[in-house]
């Protein structure tokens, strides 16, 4: 059975582009343009991972992963933020917060394939 | 009744009383609770200025020359305007260096000069001859006049007698017992009387009541008030003349002549320095002197008018000397009391004069003129001697019995010739001769000694030649003529008219003469000479005094070595062994003991306490008589005076540098916290610019890396694929440049090419560029622009920015059905208006100012809006405000937007929009 990702961006390209990566990495894919309706459709169905955008409106992801850390019932979705801010704290915030990976943009199609199989993979 | 006991057993009374305050004052102060420490015992001190010559002399002037008899008193009330410059400054030289008279100081300034102390001295004592002998010629002539009671008769003039037949003879030996118990029952170290100094402020108290009381019992009770008495005046041409200003003999030269003589007397006669200067306890006494002194001469010369009329009314011209209208007046009117009281007024006036100046003078005659000829004489006599304050004490007590009884001779050969007033203008004159050398010397570090030398020998000269020769001529013991036609006949050195100056009185004849040499000497031959080390020294620390905190430079000089129980013995003989020993323990304490061998602190502190009993030119000649060694060199000196100097003046910059560098120091630390401030706020332009390129350039990348692994793509998805990478590419140029143009406006370094352009055209231009825009979301544009041109002055492409900005804003937030955009042109009272109405979802009010901040986006926008820089309306900002004008939004949630742009410039033309309208 496909691993479900669910891809959160605000930028609709980003989203487009990743929609299809992941899709042609064969996995399910859902999308959400913003923080709050990325918890939406996580309490609607629990995605395997999510692809996390940081500057978002309305919730930005950070506070998005936060909440899912907060939930003990969201404790198996895996988490790479994305983010186009490439400092060093922003990346030691995110994986404070519970990200698993952090990735910066503009990122290589080929490694954000790679990152979210091996993740995935090690959760088995 | 008044006979002659009664009389003298009054006078003898009244001088007990001040005997009795003096010694009562002396008490106090040897207990060390002194009575004359505060500032109205010491302006009253000062009012030893107004002796018999004010209390009888200035009536007498009054009734023959009117208000001449004011300039006397304005000098002094001038010259108490200068107090806290002038007289302060000398108060503090004094203090420092233990001065004790006017000769020890003008020697200390130039280099504690033996030669300089001696001649201020003997110009001091044949100066001030005419002036005592008018105060003994007012007591005696009073007298006589009292005596004869109730008639009133002037007495025949005393000089007439044989001398053992003289009362005022008589009178002169009762001041010399006086001034000997007053003056000299011990040798003091700072030579300070407090004693006299209360006897003095006392009977100035004294005679001024007395003068005011007869000046009212004149004014009210012989006429009936100032009214009546100047009516009755101004009836008698004579007097009414009197009363007004024009009588002046020698014009306004004269007064001023005379108020130059009176400001330099005030300052410069032994006695006046002596209260003013040497007596000062307090330096803050000053300021309040300033202005009570001058109030003490205006009420003592209230009533000099009322008086010298009301006599002139009275007495029949020429049957009462003028000067004697004081005691006069109530002999006439039968007042024996006031009478009696106008004699001790006078009496008062006189003697406190006579007591001061002689005590004082004899301390200069002993420490200036005697010791240092007998210490040239025979050092080794005077060595020998165990305690010689008993020889210091006779020699002061003969000084002062000689002085009297020359006083006497004066005014027994001389005086009788001559108005009071005359006589003492004579002793101003000489005073004044000290101003030269001390103000001078006090302002100008170059005066040297032989210059102070030259100056008073020439101005002294002067005045004797104008001033005593031609009264000892007058008096006949010198024959007239050198005074009518000039010695041997030469017109040219006339004494009253020196060289053909014959438009002058004869006191400012003297002045000028003697003032024009006196201080051109001193000039002169100070530029000609070169100051030796010790009167650098003293130079320095006198100019300075006010600004140096130590006063130890002259301690220097000494190199020499002594032993200090020599020191002790030499200074026990001159202050005998208690007040030695005192002072000695007292040094001790300060600096933790003395040591054998006494160093040149010790020794100059030795030097100064011997000053203050014997001058500091004996004092100097004493010491260096005991220690071995030689006196630096100039080189030497000048170079301890350079280090000083320098240190002084570093500190001083140290001090200033210090208190920039804290002011510097505070700049910076705002600086560097507006620095940092800018240096965040850059921080976040960079990652916020940071994030904006990789926005775009990720979405470049994705869909490039895509198309590139999927060469086998649909065609569709791949020209869709193609087509966002375009428009983000565009995205990305238009950031880049706006960016850039942010930071050239930032920086000024854009360039704006201002000229005449047509805003309607430009608006137009900017709808044809956007036009893309609303066809792409289907939206209406309406243009609301007028048909005439509309002229302002501004840069064409980027007021056009400004339009597109904000058209591409309006069709950006339209709705994506029935999108409308309105855009209107129209003038107001001195601005042109273009506003851009949107039907989007409006603004929150919280977002206003907002917006115009640089990357702030407005939150909330629908999904997939078409993202915009978050530079546009920023710069948008900064080019309407650099054309003067304004840029601002006017919206509500919900209601759409409206964005407005004034820009200045007057309205004109017709057809144009009503303001009001649309």
Known sequence: MANKILVVDDEPNIVLSLEFLMKQAGFQVRTASDGEAALAAIAAELPDLVLLDVMMPRKNGYEVCQTIRANPDWKTVRIIMLTAKGREVEREKGLALGADDYITKPFSTQEVVERVRELLAETG | ?918
């Open chain 2, 1 to 918: 009744m008044l006979n002659d006991g009664v009389i003298i057993a009054s006078a003898l009374a009244y001088m007990g009383i001040l005997f009795g305050i003096a010694y009562y004052g002396d008490q106090r102060a040897d207990a060390g609770r002194s009575i004359i420490a505060n500032p109205y015992i010491y302006t009253l001190s000062l009012a030893i200025y107004c002796t018999a010559w004010t209390f009888y002399g200035s009536v007498g002037l009054a009734a023959t020359s009117g208000v001449d008899f004011l300039p006397v008193y304005l000098g002094p009330t001038l010259m108490a305007v200068l107090f806290w410059f002038v007289l302060r400054r000398i108060v503090r030289i004094t203090k420092v260096h233990r001065i004790t008279s006017i000769a020890d100081f003008v020697a200390s300034r130039y280099g504690k000069s033996g030669l300089l102390a001696g001649m201020v001295t003997v110009i001091v004592v044949l100066g001030i001859l005419p002036y005592i002998s008018i105060q003994l010629k007012a007591i005696a002539t009073s007298f006589g006049l009292l005596r004869q009671y109730p008639t009133v008769t002037m007495a025949t003039a005393t000089t007439q007698h044989p001398v053992w037949a003289d009362t005022t003879f008589y009178v002169a030996l009762v001041l010399i017992v006086f001034a000997i118990l007053f003056g000299t029952r011990h040798i003091d170290n700072t030579e300070r009387h407090e004693g006299m100094v209360a006897a003095v402020a006392f009977e100035s108290l004294f005679k001024l009541v007395v003068f005011v009381a007869i000046g009212m019992v004149v004014t009210f009770g012989v006429f009936g008030g100032p009214g009546d008495l100047f009516q009755q005046a101004a009836a008698h041409p004579d007097l009414a003349a009197l009363m007004r200003f024009e009588v002046i003999p020698g014009g306004y030269g004269g007064w001023l002549s005379l108020t130059f003589l009176s400001m330099m007397a005030f300052l410069f006669l032994p006695r006046q320095f002596q209260v003013l200067v040497v007596e000062n306890v307090n330096e803050t006494h000053i300021r309040k002197a300033i202005w009570l002194f001058p109030l003490y001469l205006f009420i003592i010369n209230l009533f000099v008018l009322p008086i010298a009329l009301g006599g002139r009314l009275i007495f029949a011209e020429g049957s009462v000397d003028a000067d004697m209208f004081v005691l006069a007046l109530p002999m006439a009117e039968h007042k024996p009391d006031l009478a009696l009281l106008a004699f001790l007024g006078g009496l008062s006036a006189a003697t406190s004069m006579i007591l001061f100046e002689t005590v004082t003078l004899s301390t200069m005659v002993c420490n200036d003129l005697v010791m240092p000829l007998l210490l040239r004489a025979n050092p080794r006599w005077l060595a020998g001697r165990a305690d010689l304050s008993g020889l210091l004490l006779g020699i002061r007590r003969v000084g002062i019995a000689v002085i009297i009884l020359l006083g006497y001779l004066y005014f027994r050969f001389v005086g009788e010739s001559y108005a009071l007033v005359a006589s003492g203008l004579v002793s101003f004159a000489a005073a004044a001769q000290f101003a030269p050398p001390i103000l001078i010397g006090l302002y100008w570090k170059r005066a040297t000694r032989r210059g102070a030398l030259i100056g008073l020998s020439g101005g002294f000269l002067v005045w004797a030649y104008t001033l005593l020769l031609p009264a000892m001529a007058r008096s006949g013991w010198i024959g007239t003529s050198f005074v009518e036609h000039g010695p041997f006949g030469l017109d040219l050195l006339k004494p009253y008219a020196l060289f053909g100056l014959d438009n002058l009185d004869p006191y400012m004849h003297a002045v000028f003469w003697s003032m024009l040499l006196n201080i051109g000497g001193l000039v002169s031959g100070s530029l000609l000479s070169r100051p030796d080390a010790i009167e650098q020294v003293q130079g320095s620390q006198f100019v300075n005094v006010l600004e140096r905190e130590r006063h130890d430079g002259d301690a220097l000089l000494w190199r020499g070595v002594v032993e200090t129980a020599e020191l002790y013995d030499l200074l026990a003989r001159f202050l005998g062994p208690q007040r030695a020993s005192e002072a000695f323990d007292r040094y001790a304490q300060q600096h933790e003991g003395y040591p054998l061998q006494a160093d040149s602190r010790l020794i100059h502190y030795t030097e100064r306490l011997l000053a203050g009993a014997i001058g500091a030119a004996s004092a100097r000649v004493m010491i260096s008589s005991i220690v071995m060694g030689e006196v630096l060199s100039i080189e030497e000196v000048m170079t301890i005076l350079d280090e000083s100097t320098q240190v002084i003046e570093y500190s001083r910059r140290l001090e200033q540098k210090s208190r920039e560098l804290e002011a510097a120091s505070a700049e910076l630390r705002e600086a560097n916290n507006r620095l940092r401030e800018l240096d965040r706020l850059k921080d976040e332009f960079i990652s916020t610019v940071t994030h904006e390129l990789r926005t775009p350039l990720t979405s470049i990348r994705a869909f490039s890396e895509i198309l590139l692994t999927n060469p086998d793509m649909e065609v569709e998805q791949r020209s869709k694929f193609l087509g966002i990478i375009v428009k983000e590419s565009e995205r990305l140029t238009r950031l880049i440049n706006q960016v850039l143009d942010m930071a050239k406006i930032d920086s000024g370094r854009i360039e704006w090419r201002m000229e005449e352009i047509d805003l309607r055209a430009l608006i137009e231009n900017a709808i044809a560029s956007t036009s893309q825009l609303f066809h792409d979301k289907a939206a209406t544009l309406h243009a609301e622009l007028g048909d005439q041109p509309v002229t302002v002055v501004g840069d064409h492409d980027r007021l056009i920015q400004v339009v597109i900005n904000l058209l591409s804003n309006a069709v950006k937030f339209c709705p994506e059905q029935d999108g409308e955009v309105t855009v209107q042109l129209y003038p107001l009272a001195s601005h042109w208006r273009i506003a851009v109405i949107d039907n989007g979802p409006g603004i929150a009010r919280d977002q206003h100012q907002l917006i115009f901040e640089k990357f702030h986006q407005v939150t909330d926008t629908h999904a997939g809006k078409p993202k915009g820089t978050g530079l546009g309306l920023p710069i948008s900002q900064k080019i309407v405000e650099h054309h003067g004008g304004s840029i601002w939004v006017e919206s509500e949630p919900g209601q759409g937007a409206i964005f407005v742009v004034d820009l200045p410039g007057k309205s004109h033309g017709e057809g144009m929009h009503d303001p009001d309208g649309s």
